[in-house]
C-alpha cells in the first residue's frame, strides 16, 4: 500500500490534478471554523479520488521531510474532507 501511495504521488498528472488544492488545504487549515473548512475542502476536490490523491501527495512530502509543517496541516484537513465523503462516491462527484 505504502509503495503504491508513494508513486501516486510522483506521478506528473496526479500531482497537475491535485497542485491548486495543497496550496488550498494548506490555508483551510488556518481556518477556525474546521468543519466548515474541511467541507470546502471536499467540495473544491470534487471527488473522493483526488482527496486520496492529495492525501498520498502530503504523506510523500512528509516522508521525504517531516519536519514540512505545512504538509502536515493540509494532511490533517485532507483527511478531515475524507471523513466527510462516503466512500461510495470514489470515482463520483461529491456536489455541492
Known sequence: MTLV???RAHDP???ADVAGLVE???QCSSD???PSASCHLATRAGNRRRLLELHDVFADRLHQKSWDFDATRGLV???SALRRVNPA???D???G
Open 5 to 7: 501511495m508513494l508513486a
Open 13 to 15: 498528472d496526479v500531482l
Open 24 to 26: 488550498f488545504a494548506v
Open 32 to 34: 477556525p471554523d474546521r
Open 77 to 79: 484537513m485532507t483527511i
Open 89 to 91: 462516491t470514489a470515482d
Open 93 to 95: 462527484s461529491l456536489g
